[in-house]
């Protein structure tokens, strides 16, 4: 059981460029969220998808898109990378909704925007 | 807006000893709390929650005990191993599908 799967593990890129991160579950989870972690500011949402074909702004969805056209999959695209995205990004998933339901989290993209 | 406020800092204690972390909230109503651990290269996993007051979560030796009176979540475990060393982050569920985390606590165990 994979469980959350992110990928790439890391990425460079140059200011403008765009990229996807990948996101993952094979638990079958309804609920599916994207969040950030920067050093003193703990995690940010981003966006959250409560299921296929739904998905919803978070805390800072300012320069990412999502969809969900599959219930096991999550991407993250950065539409022109800003050096103010370099961050780590983790995504998560749930059965439920996170007041009930345990959020499993993904090992972590770390991303770098030059 | 509902929020956690964890307290500055990194934590260093020796094995054995006893680790508390503070978590306050800020929120309307009665949040779910949480706390969550973060192990080195890891992402997050739930170490307990309380969904109302009085309530106490406990796992792995941890407790914390939602207070509404103090609107506090404290983390507490009485004695430390190395293996406890991680970040551990409070968190609320401040409704919307949205979990608010809090800024999270570096806790090294020396031997």
Same mark, same amino acid.
């Given at each position: 059981?994979?469980?959350?799967?992110?990928?790439?593990?890391?990425?460079?890129?140059?200011?403008?460029?765009?990229m996807?991160?990948?996101?993952?579950?094979?638990?079958?989870?309804?609920?599916?969220?994207?969040?950030?972690?920067?050093?003193?500011?703990?995690?940010?949402?981003i966006?959250?998808?409560?299921?296929?074909g739904?998905?919803?702004q978070?805390?800072v969805?300012?320069?990412?898109?999502v969809?969900?056209?599959?219930?096991?999959?999550?991407?993250?695209r950065l539409?022109?990378?800003?050096?103010?995205?370099?961050?780590?990004?983790?995504?998560?998933?749930?059965?439920?909704?996170?007041?009930?339901?345990?959020?499993?989290?993904?090992e972590?993209?770390?991303l770098?925007?030059? | 807006?509902?929020?956690v406020?964890?307290?500055?800092?990194?934590v260093?204690?020796?094995?054995?000893a006893?680790?508390?972390?503070?978590?306050?909230?800020?929120?309307?109503?009665?949040?779910?709390?949480?706390?969550?651990?973060? *192990?080195?290269? &890891?992402?997050?996993?739930?170490l +307990?929650?309380?969904?109302?007051?009085?309530?106490?979560? $406990?796992?792995?030796? !941890?407790?914390?005990? *939602?207070?509404k &009176?103090?609107?506090?979540?404290? +983390?507490?475990?009485?004695?430390?191993?190395?293996?406890? $060393?991680?970040?551990? !982050?409070?968190?609320?569920y401040?409704?919307?599908?949205?979990?608010?985390?809090?800024?999270g606590?570096?806790?090294?165990?020396?031997?």
């Open positions: 059981n994979a469980g959350v799967t992110q990928t790439p593990k890391f990425q460079v890129l140059k200011t403008g460029q765009s996807t991160l990948q996101c993952a579950q094979d638990m079958n989870h309804e609920y599916m969220s994207w969040y950030r972690q920067d050093p003193g500011m703990g995690l940010r949402l966006h959250y998808s409560v299921g296929a739904i998905t919803d978070g805390e969805p300012n320069g990412y898109n969809s969900r056209s599959t219930t096991e999959d999550f991407p993250l539409l022109s990378a800003a050096p103010s995205q370099t961050s780590v990004y983790f995504c998560a998933s749930s059965y439920s909704n996170p007041r009930t339901g345990e959020l499993f989290f993904g972590g993209s770390r770098t925007v030059l | 807006g509902d929020s406020t964890q307290m500055e800092g990194p260093t204690l020796s094995e054995e006893f680790l508390t972390i503070n978590c306050t909230y800020t929120a309307t109503g009665y949040p779910s709390l949480f706390w969550y651990v973060q *192990y080195p290269g &890891e992402g997050l996993q739930l +307990l929650k309380a969904t109302k007051a009085d309530d106490k979560g $406990s796992n792995k030796g !941890f407790e914390a005990t *939602y207070r &009176e103090t609107t506090s979540f404290h +983390l507490e475990k009485g004695s430390v191993q190395v293996s406890d $060393s991680a970040v551990y !982050f409070c968190a609320l401040y409704g919307n599908n949205r979990l608010a985390f809090g800024k606590n570096q806790v090294v165990v020396i031997p």
